[in-house]
C-alpha cells in the first residue's frame, strides 16, 4: 500500500512538473508575441509619422500648384526641389 502510494505520489509530482514547464513555455512564448507587437506599434506609429509628413510636403506642392497664376514654370519648379530638399534633409 505504501509503495503504491508512493508510486501514485511521484507519477502525480511528474505531471505536475510536466504542466508547471508548459505553462513556463506559454508565458515564454506570449512574452515575445507581446514584443512582437510592441515592434509592430513603434513601426506603425514611425510609418504614420512618415506619412504625415508626406502628406504635408504633397499639401504644398498643391497649394503651389494652385497658386501658379502666372505659369511661371521655372519659379515653380525651384520651390518644388527646395520643399523635397527640405523634405529629404528631416528624414
Do not use: P, W
Not at 511528474?14 to 513601426?43: C, F
Request: net charge positive; proline share 0%.
Amino acid at each position: 500500500m505504501f509503495k503504491e502510494t508512493l508510486s501514485l505520489l511521484k507519477a502525480r509530482n511528474k505531471a505536475l512538473t510536466n504542466a508547471e514547464n508548459q505553462v513556463q513555455e506559454t508565458i515564454k512564448a506570449l512574452k515575445e508575441v507581446e514584443t512582437k507587437i510592441i515592434n509592430r506599434d513603434v513601426l506603425i506609429g514611425d510609418l504614420k509619422c512618415e506619412c504625415d509628413k508626406q502628406k504635408d510636403l504633397i499639401s504644398k506642392i498643391k497649394s503651389l500648384v494652385n497658386s501658379n497664376k502666372y505659369h511661371n514654370e521655372k519659379v515653380f519648379m525651384n520651390k518644388i526641389k527646395e520643399l523635397i530638399s527640405d523634405f529629404d534633409s528631416q528624414n
